[in-house]
């Protein structure tokens, strides 16, 4: 099967100081995939290279190809709010907009000049319910989204991507500012996404990467040290920077 | 001689309370001596009638506030959309570059010009050549260009006040650039904007200088923004230099004041309203 994401010889810069050399991936279908590495080892870069986020950055740039299923998202004739479009983000900080639960989710759909109360009604609660909130705030839906609690409003961020049809969510250290038990429910929660979307989590935590993702890559310096299924890269690690790093050796 | 770090403590402590009891005495005084004075002479009366003209000031000031009224309602009219629009410019498209930093120096410099130089240039352009006479047009539109630098520059700190992960959230939702500005970074800067709108209209209800040389000075009603006219602070001015009529300027004070406050406190509360509306407070 072809992958969803293919990557390849991806070189990034800010300004003169490389932080991505020449990464080459690729990323399946259906299926959740972790990148992990020390602070400041690229990952996130990498992860907004995805969905072009890294566009908005003064004095970024880029090189090597992303292609989504086989076109390059970064040639000229690529329209970056489709590709925005079909893949979905979701930010270490939840951030929820300054309206209510209801406008927060329906926001997406009425970007692309969906309007329709009735319609918009069932797309938000489709898409709370998918992001298993829809049961905790659905007597609240005009309340402000920023008066839920840290997990809730990182669940209603993914209700928020999900409302306009991706096919690919991003999620760049979801859980790091919330406590175990919405961290719990986050990781529940993507297991049941995957059936249906493609799932990239980048997180600095390596049992995190081991319970939630069949494919693990680890990041170290800006380059992709080693890239395989989730059980070999920890239990066989090819590399012995990827050893020392699982087994607690630094980072 | 040395103080012990105690010592320092109280006199700074000393200092800055007296300081702050200075500044609002000062105002108390101020206000207060206006009242004292003008309290006495509004009544419906004086509100509801036009001055009579002459050496007397005798009359009301009726005229006068509707041309207040006229005038705050073009400036805002004319200002805001210009201000509104440099400011998301500046914030959001211009990259820094010589061009953006000579139009940022440009709007510092003008922040600090004084208003009689603005009233020269809105004589000068407004009154003869456009031929606009003396209007409230021709006040207005020299306000607009006084009040602009400042609505510009407060607007600009709204915006870029907006945390960028507002942004990204709309960016990445497949909103396209001029929808994440309009539907999310406006919204949400929409408090800053309106203080930068309520500085203005604090801005042109107190001028003089300007109006004085591009508004003329009838008492008469104006009947369109074609016609001249005085605002409070403009008959207040004549009422004190070329009358004996100083409780009537005390009291066209007062109303002044009124005015001031009201507006002030009706876009607190607005603004707060927004605040409270978006967080769920």
Not at chain 2, 147 to 152: G, N, S
Not at chain 2, 169 to 192: E, K, S
Request: glycine share 8%.
């Amino acid at each position: 099967m072809d992958p969803k994401i293919r990557t390849a010889n991806i070189d990034f810069f800010y300004g003169s100081r490389q932080v991505l050399r020449k990464v080459t991936l690729d990323i399946k279908e259906y299926s959740i995939t972790a990148l992990m590495g020390p602070s400041g080892c690229g990952k996130s870069t990498f992860l907004r290279a995805l969905n072009r986020m890294n566009d908005i950055i003064p004095k970024a740039r880029l090189s090597g190809q992303v292609l989504l299923d086989g076109s390059d998202i970064y040639s000229a004739e690529t329209d970056v709010v489709e590709v925005r479009k079909r893949v979905g983000m979701v930010f270490q900080q939840p951030n929820p907009l300054p309206k209510s639960i209801f406008e927060n989710v329906a926001f997406g759909p009425r970007m692309l000049g969906i309007n329709h109360r009735s319609k918009l009604e069932k797309t938000v609660e489709r898409s709370l319910k998918a992001a298993a909130l829809w049961d905790e705030v659905k007597d609240c839906i005009d309340q402000s989204g920023l008066a839920l609690s840290g997990g809730q409003q990182q669940r209603l961020c993914i209700a928020r991507a999900l409302a306009v049809d991706p096919e690919v969510i991003l999620m760049d250290e979801p859980c790091s500012a919330l406590d175990p038990v919405a961290t719990l429910k986050i990781e529940e929660l993507m297991y049941d996404l995957k059936k249906e979307y493609t799932i990239v989590i980048v997180t600095h935590n390596m049992q995190q990467a081991a319970r939630v993702s069949e494919w693990t890559g680890f990041f170290l310096s800006g380059e992709l040290v080693e890239y395989g299924k989730t059980s070999e890269l920890f239990k066989r690690p090819r590399d012995k920077r990827t050893e020392d790093y699982i087994t607690g050796r630094f980072g | 001689m040395k103080l012990s770090p105690k010592a320092t403590q109280r006199l700074a402590w000393g200092i800055i309370w007296a300081a702050g009891i200075v500044a609002m005495l000062s105002l108390l005084v101020i206000v207060g001596y206006i009242l004292m004075r003008g309290l006495g002479e509004v009544d419906p009366e004086f509100l509801l009638t036009p001055p009579r003209g002459g050496l007397s000031g005798e009359g009301g000031i009726s005229t006068a506030i509707v041309s207040t009224a006229y005038i705050i309602v073009l400036t805002i009219a004319i200002a805001t959309p210009l201000g509104l629009g440099a400011a998301i410019y500046l914030a959001e498209y211009a990259a820094d570059s010589w061009l953006t930093s000579i139009i940022r120096y440009g709007i510092e410099t003008l922040a600090g010009v004084p208003s009689i130089i603005f009233g020269l240039f809105g004589f000068a352009l407004f009154v003869t050549v456009l031929h606009f006479n003396f209007s409230i047009l021709s006040g207005a539109l020299t306000l607009a260009c006084l009040v602009l630098p400042v609505f510009i520059r407060t607007s600009e700190e709204a915006l870029k006040a907006v945390p960028r992960s507002y942004r990204e959230a709309g960016l990445a939702l497949g909103a396209t650039r001029w929808q994440t500005i309009a539907q999310v970074v406006i919204p949400a800067a929409l408090p800053g904007i309106i203080t930068a709108t309520i500085l203005c209209i604090g801005r042109a209800v107190g001028e003089t200088a300007c109006l004085y040389v591009t508004m003329g000075s009838s008492a008469a009603m104006p009947t369109s923004f074609l016609s001249s006219g005085r605002t409070l602070s403009l008959h207040l001015f004549y009422l004190a230099m070329e009358t004996r009529a100083l409780d009537k300027a005390m009291a066209t004070a007062v109303v002044l004041i009124a005015i001031i406050l009201a507006i002030n406190w009706a876009t607190n509360w607005l603004s707060q309203r927004f605040r409270a509306r978006m967080t769920g407070g």
